[in-house]
């Protein structure tokens, strides 16, 4: 019953910044790991960012220093700050959250960086 759900995307200049936020609703408890994960037409998923519930946070390298993960816990929210947004950036980006022996995924959002 839980259910992620992505808003934030869209149209955007290289340069630019876009702030991502995931929604997850059918959970009373927090989840252990969330997270945004991409994909590029004709590429394989990869991991942007990821953060624990005690707020430890990791990231691919070609974003580091330009994108931001935050959550809240008490409202099993995930949000990803994108900075310095570049044409590489565009892509459908995924909401993952996981507790226990679960894990789930959002319908994603489209990012798309050009001018």
């Known amino acids: 019953q839980v259910q992620l759900v992505e808003s934030g995307g869209g149209l955007v200049q290289p340069g630019g910044s876009l702030r991502l936020s995931c929604a997850a609703s059918?959970?009373?408890?927090?989840?252990?790991?969330m997270g945004w994960y991409r994909q590029a037409p004709g590429k394989q998923r990869e991991l942007v960012a990821v953060?624990?519930?005690?707020?430890?946070?990791n990231y691919v390298d070609s974003v580091k220093g330009r994108f931001t993960i935050s959550r809240d816990n008490a409202k099993n929210m995930v949000f990803l700050q994108m900075n310095s947004l570049k044409p590489e950036d565009t892509a459908v980006y995924y909401c993952?959250?996981?507790?226990?022996?679960?894990?789930?995924w959002g319908q994603g959002t489209q990012v798309t960086v050009s001018s």
């Open positions: 953060i624990s519930s005690g707020g430890s946070t």
């Open positions: 993952y959250a996981a507790r226990g022996v679960f894990s789930y």
């Open positions: 059918g959970s009373i408890l927090s989840f252990t790991v």
